[in-house]
């Protein structure tokens, strides 16, 4: 398994991965986005894409904030270390780009699905704190949960 910041060159398997989109123009947009202006990290089995994590600057850049998106592992790679490796992987590519502009990393935000027990599990264990409850946010169904990480 490894892991590495996505580049151009990954957008095809990228559209794959993330077919859930239902429209196609959609997700070329979303992916596009991902590649030009978020950091996208991927979790690659030999040449497979097996989970995903982006993330982007929050507001102001010299805040020293993040957020994490669209973290996912492939079910077949849960509760193998994929995602723990992820967010580790992520934490980390966080703090380097904010110190290579000199600028002090201080927090992580990320939204996380109530019903995603699993993802909660694994960014609690990377230290991210749930700090709010923000209703149906996303989804009609679903409670969204704030996490933070400060680092």
Avoid at 64 to 91: M, P, Q, W
Wanted: proline share 2%; with cysteine; glycine share 6%.
């Amino acid at each position: 398994m490894n892991f590495r910041l996505a580049i151009k060159n990954d957008k095809t398997q990228l559209l794959a991965f993330f077919k859930h989109y239902s429209n196609p123009e959609i997700l070329e947009q979303r992916v596009e986005c991902y590649l030009s202006h978020n950091k996208t990290i991927l979790a690659k089995d030999d040449d497979k894409i097996v989970g995903t994590l982006q993330w982007q600057i929050k507001e102001d850049p010299n805040c020293g904030v993040a957020e994490f998106e669209e973290f996912y592992v492939l079910e077949d790679y849960r509760n193998k270390g994929t995602g723990s490796s992820l967010i580790e992987f992520g934490i980390q590519s966080v703090k380097d780009t904010f110190q290579s502009h000199e600028i002090k990393p201080r927090k992580i935000f990320a939204f996380v699905g109530s019903q995603h027990d699993a993802a909660r599990r694994v960014f609690e264990k990377a230290g991210f704190v749930q700090i709010s409850e923000v209703g149906n946010l996303f989804n009609d169904s679903e409670i969204d949960l704030i996490y933070y990480l400060e680092i």
